[in-house]
């Protein structure tokens, strides 16, 4: 691949743990990232953020701004004048799709990928339309909650005013390429934006609502995409990867934070696309200021975000419905963290 052969060894140390994009199959990026972690993984430091949690309990009461936008977005409906469907919250195994939400973007076609997954592309099929049956469950369309119908200025109107631009991040949107993207493996790209965004909800509640100077590295470190080029099946293989990651890399190491960001990923699921596009914005961002790390805007940013402007409701419902799902508990770390606390 020539855009690794044109890096520098210390651009590739610092950026990535996977120093060998172009020769390791899926299989052996897992074998080599399990072992990494297991050689990277601190008990000492686990067992101390363990008993010194001051500063953890006040990041786990932290009141994340997407929960207000939820309720934001809540009242301007109720206050709006005609029917439009809205799934009961709570009630997400029934959940029924609507109008895709419209954003000032680049328009692309529906359905597409990110061209920065393409140093895997190798490994798997193309395709042109996402597989019908990949274990993201489809919608029910019974038991909805009618309520108002918006028509698409409404709804434009509405998600701009719940989820601003900046004038920055308006900027980079209109510098982005007009890419149309041949999906290569639909499901793994959607847990890669999962993945990622998880990253993100760390950082982001680790740092009360704001980012640092070492933001970057933090959520290139928790993410297995960014860090390993490493592709899921399911979101129990995401969740399970990120709450393990978390308990090794960052500055705070505890299991009850690690699961609380969970919540964090789901409420700006909740909020829908624009909300995962902001969050990709604010990482381009970040990157774009690092040394080294600018580089995974051209491998994954950048192209995600183009690619999420294009998921529909439906999609990012079935996939909140499948991280709900989920069941994360100590056993997924990979140590027995409970022996750990007794004994901390």
């Known amino acids: 691949n020539k855009f690794f052969s044109a890096l520098h060894e210390y651009e590739m140390v610092r950026m990535i743990d996977n120093l060998y994009p172009d020769t390791l199959s899926n299989s052996e990026i897992k074998i080599k990232r399990a072992e990494k972690e297991e050689e990277d993984f601190n008990l000492d430091r686990y067992a101390s953020d363990f008993i010194f949690d001051d500063m ?35 009630d997400n195994k029934n959940l029924q799709p609507a109008e895709n939400i419209e954003i000032p ?10 061209t920065g997954l393409k140093m895997v592309s190798t490994r798997v099929l193309k395709e042109d339309n996402p597989p019908k049956n990949e274990n993201l469950e489809k919608i029910s369309e019974e038991n909805i909650n009618v309520k108002k119908k918006l028509n698409k200025y409404q ?28 999906i290569n493996n639909f499901r793994g790209t959607l847990l890669g934006m999962l993945d990622i965004l998880y990253a993100f909800s760390y950082d982001f509640r680790a740092n009360l609502g704001e980012h640092t100077v070492e933001s970057f590295w933090t959520i290139a470190k928790i993410s297995s995409t960014l860090s390993w080029f490493d592709t899921f099946d ?63 805007n051209a491998l994954y940013i950048d192209d995600y975000c183009i690619w999420v402007q294009s998921l529909t ?20 770390s990979g140590w027995d963290l409970e022996v750990i606390e007794k004994e901390a």
Request: aromatic share 8%; proline share 4%.
């Open 56 to 90: 953890v309990q006040e990041l786990l009461h932290y009141n994340i701004p997407w929960k207000a936008c939820l309720e934001k977005k809540e009242q301007l409906i109720l206050n709006m004048d005609l029917d439009h469907i809205i799934p009961k919250d709570g």
């Open 105 to 114: 973007s680049i328009k692309i076609k529906q359905d597409t990928a990110p």
């Open 155 to 182: 709804r434009q109107e509405m998600e701009e005013e719940v989820i601003p631009f900046t004038e920055e991040e308006v900027s980079y949107l209109m510098r982005l390429p007009k890419k149309q993207f041949i």
């Open 234 to 296: 399911t979101p129990q293989e995401v969740l399970s990867s990120c709450c393990r990651r978390s308990i090794i890399y960052p500055l705070y190491r505890n299991w009850e934070l690690s699961v609380k960001v969970i919540e964090d990923v789901i409420a700006i699921l909740k909020l829908g696309k624009r909300a995962i596009l902001k969050c990709f914005l604010i990482m381009k961002k970040l990157f774009t200021y690092s040394e080294t790390h600018h580089h995974l």
């Open 313 to 332: 409701r439906k999609t990012i419902h079935s996939l909140i419905r499948n991280v709900r799902n989920v069941e994360i508990n100590k056993n997924n």
